[in-house]
C-alpha cells in the first residue's frame, strides 16, 4: 500500500468535498526538502486542484491563508483566474498528481483507527497541501496518534488552537507570531528578504539561506509542541509563488 484515504467528507471550514490523501508509504516520497517522509495532501475531492486555485474553490482546504492570492474576473470573457498566488506549493506537481490518482481509484479509503495503525512509527509530514485544520478534529487525532514523528503547520491557529500539539502556527508577520505563541503555538515564520530573524526564532536548517544543509525527515523540528522544543522557526519566503509575497505592515 503506498497510500490511502484518511478522510473524505465535509470539509471542517466550510462544508464542501475534500479529501484528506497519505502518499509515500511504499515508494518513498522523492521531495528534497522533506526526505522520504509520509506525506499527507488535503484536496478538494470534486475539483480539480487548479481550478480550485483559479476559482477560489480552494479555500476549503485553505481557508483565509494570504498566500491563496485574489480571484479576478476577465470582464470581457467572464473567466476567472488567481492573481498574486504566493503559496510555495506547485499545484502542478504533487496536488495534481494526487488528485488525478484519488479520481482514478488508486487509494483506499481507511477508518480513523486503520490509519492510525498504517501510520504507527512512520515520519509524517501533515499538510504537504491544504490545511489540517479543514480535517475533522477528532479524526485527525486519532490518526496522528502513533506516528514516530511529524511536521505540520496551519494558518488556521486562531480557530483551531488545538492543533498546537502538533502543528506549527504559520506566520506572516511577528504580529501574528505574538498572538499564535499566547495560543500556545510553537511558530514557523515567512519572512520577507533581508528581514533578521525575530527573538527566539532560528532558521530552518533545510533553506536556501542555509545552504540545504539537512532535510526535514532529519531535522524534524517543526513538530509543533509534540516535539519539545522551544525554538520557532523563520525563513525567507520560497517557491514558485515568492515574487508575489507581499510583507504586512508588521514586517514592512
Ligand atoms: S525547521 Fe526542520 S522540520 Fe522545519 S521545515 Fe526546516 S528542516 Fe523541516
Not at 492573481?83 to 482514478?104: D, F, N, Q, W
Not at 480513523?112 to 498504517?118: D, L
Not at 501510520?119 to 490545511?131: F, P, Q, T
Not at 511577528?174 to 510553537?186: N, T, V, Y
Request: overall charge positive; hydrophobic content about 35%.
Amino acid at each position: 500500500m503506498d497510500g490511502f484515504i484518511l478522510y473524505q467528507g465535509p470539509s471542517a471550514l466550510d462544508g464542501q468535498p475534500i479529501a484528506a490523501v497519505v502518499t509515500g508509504l511504499g515508494r518513498p516520497s522523492s521531495n528534497q526538502k522533506t526526505g522520504p517522509m509520509a506525506q499527507i495532501y488535503i484536496l478538494r475531492s470534486d475539483i480539480h486542484p487548479m481550478e480550485a486555485v483559479s476559482t477560489g474553490a480552494d479555500a476549503s482546504i485553505c481557508g483565509t491563508c494570504i498566500h491563496r492570492g485574489r480571484i479576478e474576473t476577465d470582464p470581457s470573457t467572464g473567466l476567472r483566474s488567481n492573481k498574486g498566488r504566493s503559496c510555495y506549493v506547485t499545484i502542478l506537481h504533487g496536488p495534481r498528481m494526487v488528485y488525478e490518482a484519488l479520481r482514478r481509484g488508486r487509494y483506499d479509503p481507511l477508518t480513523p483507527a486503520q490509519a492510525r495503525t498504517a501510520l504507527r512509527g512512520r515520519k509524517v509530514r501533515l499538510g504537504a497541501y491544504g490545511d489540517p485544520g479543514a480535517i475533522p478534529e477528532a479524526i485527525l487525532t486519532q490518526a496522528m496518534g502513533r506516528v514516530r514523528e511529524m511536521t505540520g503547520y496551519t494558518h488556521l491557529w486562531r480557530r483551531f488552537p488545538y492543533l498546537s500539539a502538533f502543528c506549527m502556527a504559520s506566520c506572516d508577520s511577528q504580529a501574528d507570531r505574538d498572538a499564535a505563541k499566547a495560543l500556545g503555538f510553537r511558530t514557523f515564520r515567512v519572512r520577507a528578504k533581508d528581514e533578521p530573524l525575530a527573538e527566539g526564532e532560528g532558521h530552518c536548517p533545510a533553506s536556501v539561506e542555509m545552504g540545504k544543509a539537512t532535510r526535514c525527515d532529519s531535522c524534524l523540528l517543526c513538530g509543533g509542541q509534540r516535539k519539545n522544543a522551544k525554538a520557532d522557526i523563520a525563513i525567507l519566503i520560497h517557491g514558485t509563488g515568492a515574487r508575489n509575497f507581499v510583507p504586512t505592515p508588521a514586517l514592512a
